[in-house]
Every structure is written in structure tokens, then in C-alpha cells.
């Protein structure tokens, strides 16, 4: 079955530069979630989309700003970014359906490294 | 503010002994759990489920328990094999939320053969 795809897994940058994530859903699916990772950390929520419209927003720097297409696919776009933004950032979608309790499942993650 | 932790970081585990992980949530409101795999360097893999309306899900060779008077939730992992082995999270979502899937502290499961 097909799962949550992300590109690109592996990205290197220098400070102060930006990056942009592509998460692409799970077909059907039409709500999008970022998290994010630091090395031993819990997934942190950072923001997520319903029918392309933003539905909660988390611990998103304001450097960070993201969306969602007509196509349903996202994109996480960061700027300025700083050493601390290195980090494992995983979209995941779900079916929502007005009600909490649908399975949210997670792409495999980009691997960002800011140098 | 609410949180989601988990009480103990490593588990090691004889390989076919089965395994407890435990998680503690302090968010009264949350009425629905998930317990999620990882192993490193990929995504969090959807193990189990469970609303606050059950007390007990099973599935093939896990089992969630759900106590919600002292706020515990706990996976059960029967027969435990090398490929458990992995960092274990429970994560809680509440209908006052949205969709926003609060992730707790992870235990590090080891099965030694």
C-alpha cells in the first residue's frame, strides 16, 4: 500500500540559508501533520493542514512556514536557518473526518543538517 | 502544560519473554491513544489504538491496556522477537485538540537473544 512519501531524506545546508520539505499523503488522505525530531527527542508538533487550510499550529518558529497544495501534497519551507534547526522532520497524513481518532501514519522522515 | 511521559527510558528483554512498556498522561481530556513504533533513523510506525470508551485492545501479539482513572497506558508485547527492538512512544490526542497528535517520551526496547 502506498505510504507517506517525503523528499528529499537527507539534506545538508549552512546557516542562514532555507530549505523546503515535500511531504507527499497517503492517497486520499486530506489532513497533513509536520514534526519534528532532534537526536533523542519525542516528535514535536509543528503544524498541520485540513482540506489545505491550516488546522492547529504547534512550536513552529516563525522562520518556518509551510502549506498545503490543491493536490493535497505539502511543503515545509525553512529560512534562516540556524544550527539547533538540525533535526529528523516527519509529515504524516491522515482521513480526517471531523473527529479525532483517525490513524495518522508518518512518512520516513528528512534528515535536515544545518552546518 | 499537558503532557504525555513514558516512566522507563530502556527495557531489555530475554528474546520470547513477553514485554510491558508503560506511559503516563496528564491530560484528563485525551480520548484517544496510539502507541507507535520506531526503529532508528525512520518514521514512527502505527503499532495499536485505543479510545478512551475501552479499556483493552488487542492485536497480533499486542495489547493495549488503558486505565484512565490513574491516567496509564501500557503495550503488551507477547513472545518478544530481535525485530522489536526499538524506541516505543505513546502519543494522545483529545477532541479539544484538533488533530494535533502530542507524542510522550519514548522507551528504548532491547530483546536479547
Known amino acids: 500500500a502506498a505510504g507517506v512519501i517525503q523528499s528529499p531524506r537527507h539534506l545538508i545546508k549552512e546557516k542562514r540559508e532555507t530549505a523546503t520539505l515535500k511531504c507527499y499523503p497517503i492517497?486520499?488522505?486530506?489532513?497533513v501533520y509536520w514534526y519534528q525530531q532532534g537526536p533523542g527527542q519525542d516528535p514535536q508538533f509543528l503544524i498541520s493542514?485540513?482540506?489545505?487550510?491550516?488546522?492547529d499550529k504547534g512550536s513552529i518558529p516563525d522562520r518556518f512556514s509551510a502549506q498545503q497544495f490543491s493536490d493535497y501534497h505539502s511543503e515545509l519551507n525553512m529560512s534562516s536557518l540556524e544550527l539547533g534547526d538540525s533535526a529528523l522532520y516527519f509529515c504524516?497524513?491522515?482521513?480526517?473526518?471531523?473527529?479525532?481518532?483517525?490513524?495518522?501514519?508518518f512518512g520516513e522522515g528528512s534528515w535536515l543538517t544545518v552546518v | 502544560g499537558e503532557s504525555v511521559g513514558l516512566h522507563l527510558p530502556t527495557l531489555s528483554v530475554q528474546e520470547g519473554d513477553n514485554s510491558i512498556i508503560n506511559c503516563a498522561y496528564s491530560?484528563?481530556?485525551?480520548?484517544?491513544f496510539i502507541w507507535y513504533k520506531q526503529e532508528s533513523g525512520k518514521g514512527p510506525q502505527f503499532i495499536i489504538d485505543?479510545?478512551?470508551?475501552?479499556d483493552k485492545r488487542q492485536g497480533q501479539r499486542v495489547t493495549v491496556l488503558l486505565n484512565k482513572t490513574v491516567k496509564h497506558l501500557s503495550l503488551q508485547i507477547a513472545a518478544t522477537q530481535p525485530g522489536d527492538s526499538a524506541v516505543y512512544f505513546c502519543?494522545?490526542?483529545?477532541?479539544?485538540?484538533?488533530?494535533?497528535?502530542?507524542f510522550g517520551g519514548g522507551t528504548r526496547l532491547m530483546v536479547k537473544p
Open positions: 485505543i479510545r478512551s470508551n475501552m
Open positions: 504524516a497524513s491522515s482521513l480526517a473526518d471531523g473527529f479525532s481518532g483517525n490513524t495518522i501514519y
Open positions: 493542514f485540513y482540506e489545505k487550510m491550516q488546522s
Open positions: 491530560n484528563s481530556a485525551s480520548d484517544y
Open positions: 492517497p486520499r488522505h486530506d489532513t
Open positions: 502519543a494522545e490526542m483529545s477532541d479539544n485538540a484538533g488533530n494535533m497528535l502530542t
